[in-house]
């Protein structure tokens, strides 16, 4: 086990999403072809912690059986009626061994282009360090709606404050607080035991254990990320649709970097899971889903979608085609110009 191997990650899925306005719950809409909860376990996954414990609440069995499907190794934890990411937290630590210890990262469900690098850096600085507790920020134009940090004159990370608590002054902060946590587990767990609802909305906040970490004289930091996006969280519908394009635009540019060509990014809309091959080209509005492989050298026609389907090298593939599992590829020379 690598020294920086975190006792286990908890990711908390358990909020309602009220400003999706969804019958769906949050965490199961989907960007880039996976969910914002599979987005975040993948991520988690990667730091590779001895357990990966996801919170439920709203919707709970939706999201377990969609756990079920994605991350089999996830263990599910049940939050109680106690509202808040503080509660939630607590609830996810009930899933640990008593006599766990080390560091514990918190991330949460619905922040979907968060990254494994990103990840192992806050954890590389919370052991560094020995902090009690060093949290995700970023600088961001618009911080409406984020937790704020509050730094002393010296630089030191001495709270959160959440918007609709925050005063005039501290509303003017641009550094944001991501969600995402490096916590020691023994702190956590006693600062958790300690904190109340003294806020607006009556909820056990996480983010009062920063305070409290500062208070008891302990060490607490931050990892400023310089790209935003990382960090971005998605609690409406407005957001979501930009951090699926920032997303696509990201894995295209990765395919066009391996040697894809692609006319019109701006149309063309590819999931994560896609593999495509160097030379192959993608007209504008084509839609590649799923478990979809393009072979090298193959070209897809104007709007053609396809979805877990492999397009064999040098194929072409005929515009406004469509093909998925039930509807594969004919075989080379029969027809792969499709429609
Ligand atoms: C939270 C942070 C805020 C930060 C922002 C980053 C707190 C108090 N505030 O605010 O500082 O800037 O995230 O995106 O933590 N959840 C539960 N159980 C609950 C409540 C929430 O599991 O009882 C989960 C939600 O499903 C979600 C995550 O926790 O995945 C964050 O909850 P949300 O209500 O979106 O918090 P924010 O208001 O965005
Ligand atoms: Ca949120």
Redesign the pocket.
């Known amino acids: 086990m690598a020294p920086t191997t975190p006792a286990a990650v908890i ?7 009220t400003r999706m306005r969804s019958a769906t719950p ?2 199961l809409h989907r960007i880039g072809g996976r969910s914002l909860l599979d987005h975040a376990v993948t991520a988690a996954r990667g730091l590779d912690p001895e357990r990966l414990v996801v ?4 919707e709970r069995d939706a999201v377990v059986a969609h756990l079920e499907q994605v991350a089999p190794d996830a263990i599910p934890a049940d ?1 109680d009626e ?7 937290v607590a609830c996810g630590l009930a899933a640990l061994p008593e006599d766990a210890g080390g560091a514990v990262v918190v991330t ?4 979907p282009l968060l990254d494994t690098p990103t990840l192992s850096a806050l954890v590389a600085q919370h052991h560094e360090r020995g902090d009690a507790v060093t949290l995700l920020t970023a600088v961001v134009d618009d911080p409406h ?4 940090v509050v730094r002393e004159p010296d630089g030191t990370v001495s709270a ?1 404050v ?2 609709r608590d925050a005063t005039e002054a501290q509303r003017a902060i641009t550094e ?4 995402v946590y490096a916590f020691d587990l023994a702190h956590l767990r006693s600062a958790l035991a300690a904190l109340g609802t003294d806020n607006d909305q009556g ?1 056990v ?4 254990v920063v305070a409290h970490a500062h208070a008891a004289g302990r060490s607490t930091s931050a990892l400023v990320v310089a790209d935003h996006w990382l ?1 971005e ?1 998605c ?1 409406d519908r407005a957001q979501l649709a930009v951090l699926g394009a920032e997303l696509n635009s990201r894995i295209l540019a990765r395919a066009m970097e391996s040697g894809v060509g692609v006319v019109d990014p701006s149309s063309t809309w590819v999931d994560v899971t896609v593999e495509i091959g160097p030379d192959a080209s993608l007209e504008p509005g084509v839609l590649l889903r799923g478990a979809t492989r393009i072979g090298p050298g193959a070209r897809i026609g104007a709007y053609a979608i396809l979805a877990d389907v492999d397009i064999p090298a040098g194929a072409v593939v005929a515009p406004f085609a469509q093909y998925d599992a039930e509807t594969p590829v004919p075989a080379q020379g029969s027809g792969t110009t499709g429609a």
């Open positions: 990711v908390m899925a358990a909020g309602k999403g949050k965490v919170v439920v609440r709203h939050q106690i509202p808040g990411t503080g509660r939630a949460s469900g619905d922040v709606g984020y937790g704020r959160i959440e918007q944001i607080n991501a969600g909820e906040y996480l983010t009062d960090v969280g609690n």
